[in-house]
């Protein structure tokens, strides 16, 4: 499981960037790479585009941790799941410098990056949703690495600490809901409610929101954190009998089958056998209406269908890939431009001063960032600086057309796993009437 947090960074950027760096955490700083930068002067460099910003403010960057269960990775993998990471979040706008720390019981990834983006020097947004899409994407890659995760459901929304104690059994939350579900049966209304509480030791708290605290719990928990069962209004209503908790509404995706002859499950539950052949007749009963939407008649017809959506899907994805390459080396080339614009001024002066030894002494860190932006843009084909005003056009293009191959991939993509479980239907169906053919013959 890797369980992700992320703050800013208002002050000491150096001394930040200098404890993720650090040799002893990092194998002699084996595990230390960067995207846009350069991790030894990546202060220097943050706080040059920090100037360029748009909009003023009091993040320098943001720090994102990613921890990994004790002995489920290697250190070397886990930091190519950082560099996934901060790829995707990132876009390729953000210079960062990532770490993986090996000095503790579990391995964990360091990210930070400069609060402004290469392009527009525009403030990276930092909130719920912006959040909601690292965890989602951490997530992922863990489960395309074969990592646990926190599956979704009844513990969505909880933090790791959280989720960690309600499976040991330690959870306050998991222990005041059982005593709310074991008090309404026996309360005559609110008032006794909150009395049968009290005698279970709970502490009351009445307000814009009810709240409970256990005996030894730190802070008072509101029954609306709980559910949509635990609310004030909810439970005076269970207490009458008339609460009803909204049922999700019914899935009519097609999804594969159940192999029946082969299901634990369905061998020692005679319940859940009478449900799976239920949900395979329905299942049957829809792949047979969109194979006939489809106009596909035949199996060779539906093969030959995958393959098409295949190959459909692998192309757009290698164009989506190419498209986010070409964005990344723009926004660096932008960057790159920028520097050499911003610190000309200050070569120029170098260049005349009568004392370039000293002078150089002053600005060491300036000069070496100018130096490296300017060998980087010769070694592109520049020999003078290109026109960014045409960069950032370009930019632009290259980033709608990214947004259109997009939308094309996640179709594919639908396609895809569309017609992937259509075709193990069928092929469930087809070699389950072939063995019970060859079963009669025997």
Request: glycine share 4%; proline share 3%.
């Amino acid at each position: 499981m890797a369980v992700t947090k992320i703050h800013p960074i208002k002050s000491t950027l150096k001394k930040a960037l200098d404890y993720i760096e650090n040799p002893a955490k990092t194998d002699e700083k084996m595990l230390v790479s960067s995207f846009a930068c350069s991790y030894e002067t990546a202060d220097i460099e943050f706080e040059l585009l920090l100037s360029q910003a748009m909009q003023k403010g009091n993040n320098l960057a943001h720090h994102l941790i990613q921890s990994f269960a004790p002995g489920e990775t290697t250190p070397e993998q886990a930091h190519e799941i950082g560099r996934q990471l901060a790829d995707e979040v990132l876009q390729g706008k953000y210079p960062y410098v990532l770490t993986t720390h090996i000095d503790k019981g579990h391995v964990h990834n360091h990210i930070i990056f400069c609060a402004v983006d290469m392009v527009n020097q525009r403030k990276y947004v930092s909130n719920r949703q912006s959040y909601a899409y690292i965890r989602r994407t951490s997530d992922r890659l863990c489960k395309e690495y074969g990592l646990s995760v926190v599956m979704p459901g009844q513990d969505r929304g909880k933090s790791y600490a959280e989720w960690d104690a309600h499976r040991k059994g330690t959870s306050w939350k998991a222990k005041l809901k059982a005593a709310i579900d074991a008090a309404i049966p026996q309360a005559k209304d609110f008032d006794d409610f909150l009395r049968l509480l009290q005698e279970q030791g709970y502490e009351a708290k009445r307000g814009k929101y009810v709240s409970f605290r256990a005996p030894g719990q730190e802070r008072f928990t509101r029954c609306k954190t709980l559910g949509e069962a635990y609310t004030e209004e909810a439970i005076i209503e269970r207490i009458k009998g008339r609460f009803v908790e909204r049922k999700p509404k019914e899935n009519r995706k097609i999804s594969l089958r159940i192999d029946l002859e082969n299901s634990i499950k369905a061998q020692q539950s005679a319940g859940y056998e009478k449900w799976a052949k239920l949900h395979n007749l329905k299942q049957a009963a829809r792949t047979l209406n969109f194979l006939t939407e489809h106009e596909i008649e035949s199996y060779p017809d539906l093969e030959s269908r995958v393959a098409e959506i295949t190959a459909a899907s692998t192309e757009a994805a290698a164009a989506l890939k190419a498209a986010e390459r070409r964005l990344a080396e723009m926004a660096v080339l932008i960057k790159d431009f920028t520097t050499c614009k911003e610190l000309r001024p200050l070569v120029q002066e170098y260049q005349r001063a009568a004392d370039k030894k000293q002078f150089r002494r002053k600005h060491e860190g300036s000069l070496i960032l100018y130096e490296a932006a300017a060998k980087a843009l010769k070694e592109q084909g520049f020999q003078k600086l290109p026109d960014l005003y045409a960069l950032k056009a370009e930019y632009k293009q290259l980033a709608e057309q990214k947004d259109q191959l997009q939308r094309q991939y996640t179709e594919a993509k639908r396609q895809m796993q569309e017609y992937g479980i259509i075709k193990q239907n069928v092929d469930g169906v087809l070699f389950s009437n072939h063995r019970q053919e060859r079963d009669k013959t025997l």
